[in-house]
Structure formats: structure tokens, C-alpha cells
């Protein structure tokens, strides 16, 4: 009997063993689980800005895109033409006057 009770005693300290390593490999597990998932929220919070800030980029460039196409179009029009005379070579009409103020440089 004393046999069979020592086998026991040591059947159990040599399973307590091995249980005791299987939850230790477990939670080392689960706790680099959680790092490496931590660490893939932040670089998916940052794509994300990327994203955004990109999204934004992009619709202010198709602004842009639209009104150059649309001076492109317009670009043979008396009206272009006036406009382009009045604001990059300060032309002004013959019956106008020009006006300057000295209080508002």
C-alpha cells in the first residue's frame, strides 16, 4: 500500500508540475496576445489618421482640379481674359478711376 500511496504522491507533484507549466505557457501567451494586440490598435489608430488626412487632401486637390478645369475652359472668354488683365497686370478701363487708400496697407 505504501508503494501504491508513494507512486500517487509523486504521480501528483509530477502533474501539479505539468499543470503548472501549461498555465504559466498560457498566461505568457494570452499576455503577449495582449501586447501584440495593443501594439496593432496603435498602428490602426494611425492609419486611420492617415487615412483621414489623406481624404482631406485628396478633396481639397479635386477642389482645386475642378476650378482649374473650369479657367481652362473659360480661359478664351472676354470675361477671363478682363480678369486676368485687372488682377495679374493691374489694368483698369479707360472710364475708370482707381481709387487708393492710404490707411488700409
Known sequence: ??????YFKK???QNQKFLIT???IMVLAAGSFNLYNRALDREFAKVNKDIKSLTKKKEELQISINGLK???ENRNTDEFKE?????RLDMVKKSEVVY???NNK
Open 11 to 13: 504521480r501528483r507533484k
Open 22 to 24: 501549461i498555465v504559466s
Open 1 to 6: 500500500m505504501t508503494k501504491k500511496n508513494s
Open 83 to 87: 480678369k486676368i488683365a485687372r488682377d
Open 70 to 72: 473650369e479657367d481652362y
Open 100 to 102: 487708393q487708400d492710404d
